[in-house]
């Protein structure tokens, strides 16, 4: 069992909008960041999202990211075929002294 | 841009022990915490371990701490994790994983590590 919690999976038809949660605790994303990563099948996954809510350069503005308390989101818009993939979340947690993921959610283009 | 380049996966027997490496290019490698993060096929990620620049920290999850040793070599641009006493749950593909500003930003391509009899 994950310490971030992620739903298994999510899916949105092209042009639509998808929303991913995160949903962590006080001593995860709730004092820390969150970064949000993408997989493609048979590759290494990408980040996507780092400081919550920044984008590295050449990642598009479709993707973006927010917080609110213990709780993230990534929100893909404008949805495309190339997005379906499995998405992933992670923050340092103090209590742990190390970094957790979230189980991943798999983003379906219908 | 820089890139990650692992080596060193093989197959062995539970209790055995393994030495996987990661050569770093592209980027200056003594600026940046690197980690390890592992994935068992088909599963999530799962992070393992991260070093300082200098080695003066090194955090492990509770799973692989007292088994497991991450190391580095600066003058090489080398990132190493020895395994030892592995266990059938340590399989998985092992990412060499920079980190920056609290994310990871650049990952290697993965070696498979499987332990069975």
């Known amino acids: 069992q994950s310490v971030l919690t992620q739903p298994p999976s999510a899916s949105g038809a092209p042009g639509q909008r998808v929303t991913i949660s995160c949903s962590g605790s006080?001593?995860?994303?709730?004092?820390?960041?969150v970064s949000w990563y993408q997989q493609l099948p048979g590759t290494a996954p990408k980040l996507l999202i780092y400081?919550?809510?920044k984008r590295p350069s050449g990642v598009p503005d479709r993707f973006s990211g927010s917080k609110s308390g213990t709780s993230a989101s990534l929100a893909i818009s404008g949805l495309q075929s190339e997005d379906e993939a499995d998405y992933y979340c992670a923050s340092w947690d103090d209590s742990l002294s190390g970094y957790v993921f979230g189980a991943g959610t798999q983003v379906t283009v219908l | 841009e820089g890139q990650l380049v692992e080596s060193g996966g093989a197959l062995v027997q539970p209790g055995g022990s393994l030495r996987v490496s990661c050569v770093a290019s592209?980027?200056?490698?003594?600026?940046?915490?690197m980690s390890w993060i592992r994935q068992v096929p088909g599963k999530g990620l799962e992070w393992v371990a991260n070093i300082k620049q200098d080695e003066s920290e090194k955090w492990y999850v509770d799973s692989v701490e007292g088994r497991f040793t991450i190391s580095r070599d600066n003058a090489k641009n080398s990132l190493y994790l020895q395994m030892n006493s592995l266990r059938v749950d340590d399989t998985a593909v092992y990412y060499c994983?920079?980190?920056?500003?609290?994310?990871?930003?650049?990952w290697g391509q993965g070696t498979m590590v499987t332990v069975s009899s």
């Open positions: 400081a919550d809510y």
């Open positions: 006080n001593s995860n994303t709730g004092s820390r960041t």
């Open positions: 994983v920079r980190g920056a500003s609290d994310a990871f930003d650049i």
């Open positions: 592209g980027f200056t490698f003594t600026d940046f915490w």
